[in-house]
Nanobody, 126 residues
């Protein structure tokens, strides 16, 4: 069955690091591009990082240079390394799986719309 299970969130001080993990189970009959979304308090969920079938990664301006997305496809695991965390990074983090070739081909994390959602993992930076 389909599932996305995020983990690795926590509370850190500014400048700290965390590594988020998403173990996913997705239908195998169509390709997906994978990504991470973030939802800050009282704000809409936004795409911040994406990784495509060819391994290319893209980031929103707000996290570029600080966050790194990667995947271990054999283990169906997606990662997000968060470095130099700042208070504005506080929020719930969700992994995403988008099956739309059109949206995936934009190369923009903000263009992704996830077919499924997990429960998310909370990151709090003080």
């Amino acid at each position: 069955h389909v599932q996305l299970v995020e983990s690795g969130g926590g509370s850190v001080q500014a400048g700290g690091s965390l590594r988020l993990t998403c173990v996913y189970s997705l239908p195998t009959w169509k390709p997906y591009c994978l990504g991470w979304f973030r939802q800050a308090p009282e704000k809409e969920r936004e795409g911040i990082a994406a990784i495509y079938s060819d391994g290319i990664t893209t980031y929103s301006d707000s996290v570029k240079g600080r966050f790194t997305i990667s995947k271990y496809s054999a283990k169906r695991t997606l990662f997000l390394q968060l470095n130099n965390l700042q208070p504005e990074d506080t929020g719930m983090y969700y992994c995403a799986a988008d099956s739309s070739p059109d949206r995936c081909s934009t190369g923009l994390p903000s263009a992704l719309v996830s077919d499924y959602w997990g429960q998310g993992t909370q990151v709090t930076v003080s």
